[in-house]
């Protein structure tokens, strides 16, 4: 539904009518997008407000200005005061003292619109501005709270006289209970609304004043009866003040304080991420709800900085973040206030976090006022393309209950079922079933885009579904060391070209992230369907994702329309109990699944389910080497389920756009798996998969090999892996080891937000003291064709997921261990178990640096799947069958063979197992045309078979697993 929203601008003095232009322009970027959705227009009026209000009318706050203030639904205000206000009431007469001050308008407008609350965040909008803080970057790094600031009562407004005849003067501090609750109960509105909920930190003097004391009993009252789930601290106003700046962390979420108070401690707050211009405010009028929205005044803290006015270098952050707040505050425009916040994010960060690093002066840049404005129009616009691609699809209300007659789902069928498009009543699906499928997501890398880009070209460029549910990394062929190389160079350019003409939001630059390592942490969610141009897709399993990879060719089809066809594929089950031994994480796990029950076997062309009762000693990290290594298992996908653990790891993430859209399905307990097998977490040891296969598993011990590299990285090792990985190194050089001599050791993290804590914890010059050279992030060894390639007949121990000859490059031995293992071998250069390393590891201080996700756990939703029925139209799954596909149920007919249909050839027979790396090598990938693949097919597998296919041997026969 259409609606203008009207908003007063009042530009004020100073810098102000620099800052509120900039806001405006973004305001108007992002709604000239939205209004071809949703309608919505804002409409701004421009009055004069303080001092320069003054000088064209003698008071601050003129009649014509309080009357607009009034009518609107929103104030954008800019700047108020300067040195030259207040000025003498007479210039001609001295005697009559001086005019008013600009500020005393401020007073009379909050007061005017009863503007009781205001809300000051305390956050950094970039993560790499954490540098410019004054404080301690370790101290004030993860600190983000709101202060909430009771605006219109106590001393500011109490009675007051000033000196006397006798030099006396005095102010009064006075509060009511209903001034209080109110201010209370938007606390408690605020901390319940993030996820996780936020703690409230009420600020008194209750030692000293008797409103303090009244304030504090007040509070404990609201939040207990109203809010009984957050968590409420008290604490004296010196004590806060103090611990502010001694560790801001402890203070994290929301600050809630008297008028006073709150002004002294905001500005405090204010200092703390280095810049004046960065924070936003929102004053409001009443408690903001979905169906009763309040007025509200929103102004960037700074003041008018007269010194720089008229200088185009006023930063506009905090008045284009105070735009964001009211459109989330004042206009019901949540979504838009996420992407303005995301824009600036994108606008502020550094290149290495795939920022754009535009910043004004006083953030160490040389950016104009209006270059930055520009840049955050031109990172919020695609943004809103992809929010009006959204409003079209029809979000399904939770469905908490199974339908009667729905038979018992597994729960890979469940979203598959959730996704699909016109299945009859009751909406359930069965292994077989042809399905059509709506796409949350389409993932790919830069080199299988350019396979990509070729059926995107032969279609004509259509453009895409979701230019914000396309993923696109650049990770598989790219090193610093080699970017002047033309592979690489042609494959980034591709790349870029169409990340730019489809406005793709997520596009990552070089050695920012592996493909499946970000994804996973910042983007997937339970429920989700995700189609990948890789086999690693299945990596976003970890956090409930049913995510599969397919080929390049097959995933333009959801790209451009959102949606592709799917057989549901039966599903095994793989149940975890007990827990495992320290030290033991999700790769041993995963090599012990391959060691009992071998590869391509159970899981071959099935989905794999991860459940049971150990699953809750299992971090995401965990998980996440069990799902991605799904593939090398046999599987099409591999999904735990998601769980409270898998809900506190996604609260981490900072965008709610993120974190929102999760689905939390479980299996039936008449759901009927393929199979089922059990395996005992507590029974799992430190493992070696022995080249040239995944699941030629044993036990470090019975393993007695001399090595000559030692790699740790790839996708399966994530954050958990490489920070263990790096204690045990830390633990063998405080025990005296010295790393030999010889051999080579790297160490190339996911990401560079990986490598950022990394650092950050000192584990960088750990691994650089223990011999291992720091890589970019990338596929690294793993892949072995970009800059690093493992030599001929080279023995490596790593923690990568695939040991397929020549996989790290021509002749290479490649062995398989966890990054623990990994490391403890890289010492000596010969495998070597990492037990001893590991019971010197302080497990207390290991947990802290996980960041305590055990702690954390969210209250989630489970529910059932709730597809859009198609129960009047005559085609339904059942026809799709009878049409398509057959199901299993189905009696082939037999039928005549037409001659002129037949292929005849001689026959090239493969045994089983034969996988992607031996039919073409990946270094030969994606090939400039069909012809230039086929040269090098079975290249290093099967070097005669180009020779035997001209000889007339053109028909290939595959065993089980062929190109798995």
Same mark, same amino acid.
């Given at each position: ?384 393309e992809g929010l009006n691609v959204e409003d079209r699809a029809v979000a399904a209300p939770l469905l908490l209950a199974r339908p009667a007659s729905r038979r018992g789902m597994t729960l890979c069928e469940k979203i598959i079922a959730h996704h699909a498009i016109g299945l009859a009543a009751p909406g359930d699906v069965k292994p077989g079933d042809m399905v059509c499928v709506g796409v949350d997501w389409t993932i790919a890398s830069e080199l299988t885009w350019k396979g990509m880009d070729k059926t995107y070209n032969a279609m004509g460029r259509p453009g ?230 995944p699941d030629n598993v044993v036990h470090v011990d019975e393993v007695k090999m001399d090595l000559d590299g030692c790699f740790i990285g790839a996708c399966t090792t994530a954050e958990e892996d490489l920070i263990l990985a790096g204690l045990v190194l830390e633990a063998g050089l405080k025990r005296g080891l010295v790393p030999a001599s010889h051999g080579n050791r790297r160490v190339t993290p996911g990401s560079v937000p990986i490598l950022a804590k990394l650092r950050r914890l000192g584990l960088v010059d750990v691994y650089q003291r223990a011999g291992f ?10 892949? /072995?064709?970009? =800059?690093?390639? !493992?030599?001929?007949?080279? *023995?490596?121990? $790593? +923690?990568? #997921?695939?040991?397929?000859? @020549?996989?790290?490059?021509? /002749?290479?031995? =490649?062995?398989? !261990?966890?990054?623990?293992? *990994?490391?403890? $071998? +890289?010492? #000596?250069?010969?495998?070597? @178990? ?131």
């Amino acid at each position: 539904m259409s609606k203008t929203s009207k908003v007063v601008v009042l530009s004020g003095d100073g810098v102000g009518p620099e800052v509120t232009a900039e806001a405006v322009k973004v305001l108007n970027a992002v709604t000239t997008v939205r209004s071809r959705s949703n309608g919505v227009k804002i409409e701004f009026e421009e009055h004069k407000f303080g001092g320069c209000a003054i000088d064209a009318t003698g008071v601050p706050f003129p009649d014509t200005t309080r009357a607009a203030c009034e009518a609107a639904d929103a104030i954008l205000l800019g700047a108020v005061g300067g040195p030259q206000w207040p000025r003498a009431a007479d210039p001609q007469d001295p005697s009559k003292g001086l005019g008013p001050r600009p500020e005393q308008g401020l007073l009379d407008l909050r007061k005017t619109l009863d503007l009781f609350a205001n809300i000051r965040p305390m956050t950094f909008p970039a993560s790499t501005l954490t540098s410019c803080s004054p404080l301690k970057e370790e101290l004030v790094r993860d600190a983000e709270f709101i202060v909430l600031r009771e605006l219109v009562g106590g001393i500011y407004f109490g009675k007051r006289s000033e000196e006397d005849a006798e030099g006396k003067a005095y102010d009064t501090m006075e509060y009511s209970v209903p001034e209080v609750e109110r201010i209370a109960r938007l606390a408690g509105v605020l901390a319940s609304k993030a996820r996780p909920p936020m703690a409230i930190h009420s600020i008194d003097k209750a030692n000293v004043l008797a409103t303090s004391r009244l304030w504090r009993r007040v509070v404990t009252d609201v939040i207990s009866r109203e809010f009984p789930k957050i968590k409420v601290q008290h604490h004296l106003v010196d004590s806060a003040s103090m611990l502010m700046i001694k560790n801001p962390r402890a203070l994290n979420g929301i600050v809630l304080t008297e008028n006073m108070f709150g002004d002294i401690l905001s500005d405090e707050a204010s200092v703390i991420p280095g810049s004046l211009g960065l924070l936003p405010s929102a004053s409001l009028n009443s408690t903001p709800s979905s169906d009763k929205l309040c007025r509200g005044l929103y102004e960037p803290i700074h003041g008018s900085a007269p010194d720089i006015a008229g200088q185009g270098i006023a930063n506009p952050i905090g008045t284009i973040l105070s735009a964001a707040m009211m459109l989330r505050y004042s206009l019901n425009m949540e979504r838009e206030a996420n992407i303005v916040e995301l824009a600036v994010r994108r606008v502020l960060d550094s290149d290495e976090l795939n920022g754009w690093s535009i910043r004004t002066k006083d953030l160490g840049g040389a950016a104009t006022t209006v270059e930055v404005g520009d840049a955050v129009v031109r990172a919020v616009t695609p943004y809103a393309e992809g929010l009006n691609v959204e409003d079209r699809a029809v979000a399904a209300p939770l469905l908490l209950a199974r339908p009667a007659s729905r038979r018992g789902m597994t729960l890979c069928e469940k979203i598959i079922a959730h996704h699909a498009i016109g299945l009859a009543a009751p909406g359930d699906v069965k292994p077989g079933d042809m399905v059509c499928v709506g796409v949350d997501w389409t993932i790919a890398s830069e080199l299988t885009w350019k396979g990509m880009d070729k059926t995107y070209n032969a279609m004509g460029r259509p453009g895409v579904n979701r230019n914000d549910r396309f993923w696109l990394a650049v990770d598989h062929t790219v090193d610093p060391r080699i970017m002047d190389q033309a592979k690489p160079k042609e494959l980034i350019s591709t790349s870029e070209l169409f990340a730019e003409e489809a406005h793709l939001v997520d596009f990552y630059r070089p050695n920012y992230t592996i493909l499946h390592t970000e994804f996973y942490r910042e983007r997937a969610q339970p429920g989700q369907l995700v189609i990948g141009a890789d086999s690693h897709t299945c990596s976003a399993g970890a956090v409930g994702a049913l995510s599969i990879g397919m080929g390049a060719a097959d995933v333009v089809m959801p790209l451009v329309t959102g949606e592709t066809w799917l057989q549901v594929p039966e599903t095994v089950e793989i149940r975890f109990v007990n827990a495992p031994p320290f030290g033991i994480g999700g790769k041993d796990i995963i090599l012990d699944v391959l060691r009992q029950l071998k590869r391509n076997t159970v899981a071959f062309e099935r989905a794999v389910e991860y459940t049971g009762p150990g699953l809750k000693y299992m971090s995401c990290d965990a998980r996440f080497a069990c799902a991605n290594m799904a593939t090398e298992f046999g599987g099409i996908a591999g999904v735990f389920e998601g769980d409270e653990i898998t809900a506190a790891y996604i609260a981490k993430r900072k965008s709610p756009e993120y974190k929102k859209n999760s689905l939390y399905f479980r299996a039936d307990a008449d759901a009927e798996y393929a199979e089922s097998h059990i395996i005992d977490l507590s029974q799992v040891d430190s493992l070696v998969a022995l080249h040239p296969s995944p699941d030629n598993v044993v036990h470090v011990d019975e393993v007695k090999m001399d090595l000559d590299g030692c790699f740790i990285g790839a996708c399966t090792t994530a954050e958990e892996d490489l920070i263990l990985a790096g204690l045990v190194l830390e633990a063998g050089l405080k025990r005296g080891l010295v790393p030999a001599s010889h051999g080579n050791r790297r160490v190339t993290p996911g990401s560079v937000p990986i490598l950022a804590k990394l650092r950050r914890l000192g584990l960088v010059d750990v691994y650089q003291r223990a011999g291992f050279v720091v890589g970019a992030p990338g596929c690294s060894y793993c892949l /072995g064709i970009a =800059a690093d390639v !493992a030599g001929d007949g080279e *023995v490596w121990l $790593s +923690s990568q #997921n695939r040991n397929f000859k @020549n996989r790290m490059g021509p /002749g290479s031995i =490649a062995n398989l !261990a966890s990054a623990a293992t *990994v490391a403890a $071998s +890289s010492f #000596n250069m010969s495998v070597t @178990n990492p037990h001893d390393l590991l019971n010197l590891i302080d497990r207390e201080r290991y947990t802290k640096m996980l960041d305590v996700w055990m702690d954390k756990a969210e209250d989630i939703t489970v529910s059932e799947p709730n597809p859009e029925l198609e129960e009047t139209r005559g085609e339904t799954i059942s026809s799709r069958n009878t049409d398509g596909a057959s199901s299993s149920s189905d009696e082939p007919t037999a039928q005549p063979v037409d001659a002129s249909t037949l292929i005849t050839g001689k026959v090239q027979r493969f045994e089983d197992n034969v996988d992607t790396d031996a039919i073409i090598p990946a270094q030969f990938m994606p090939g400039v045309s069909d012809e230039d693949l086929g040269t090098h097919a079975f290249q290093y597998y099967r070097p005669e078979f180009r020779e035997k296919a001209a000889q007339g041997f053109d028909i290939i026969v595959g065993g089980i697993g062929f190109g798995s």
